[in-house]
DNA sequence: CCGTTGACTCTTT
DNA sequence: AAAAGAGCCAACG
């Protein structure tokens, strides 16, 4: 049985580019309401390059903290890559009506 | 097994 | 609209 994390994993390497999660959605993907289990996976993060995790976002369409140890306030570069990918983000949200992945 | 923690979410003030 | 409190779940010690 793998654990939660793992399934978390790989629901987020299913989200395409452009789009992106809450953990709610991701969490509730996996079968479960952890929603704060799923973060606790992001923060882990043992497989950060291979995890989008910048593509995983509250579900006020804020960015969390994610990657960067979240001491750094690095997240708007995160952001600004979000947008590369074709992310419209303002004022560091996200809209989650336009960009929300449904699994 | 119990208690603490955490990148959350929802409801109320 | 913003802030605070309560609630829920999984992993760790």
Same mark, same amino acid.
């Given at each position: =049985?793998?654990t939660f994390n ?33 973060? #606790?996976? =992001?923060?882990?993060? =043992? ?11 509250? #579900? ?5 903290g994610f990657c ?23 004022? #560091?949200?996200?809209d989650l009506k ?6």
């Open positions: =049985m793998k793992e399934r978390v994993y790989e629901k987020l390497k299913k989200v395409p580019k452009g789009k992106v999660v809450t953990y709610k959605t991701l969490a509730e993907s996996v079968g479960s309401k952890a929603y704060r289990a799923a973060g #606790n996976a =992001m923060r882990d993060n =043992m497989d950060a390059p291979l995890i989008p995790c910048h593509r995983v976002i509250s #579900n006020s369409g804020y960015i969390g960067g140890k979240t001491k750094g306030k690095k997240i708007k570069e995160k952001i600004e890559l979000l947008k590369k990918e074709g992310v419209v983000v303002r004022n #560091n949200k996200i336009r960009y929300l992945y449904r699994f």
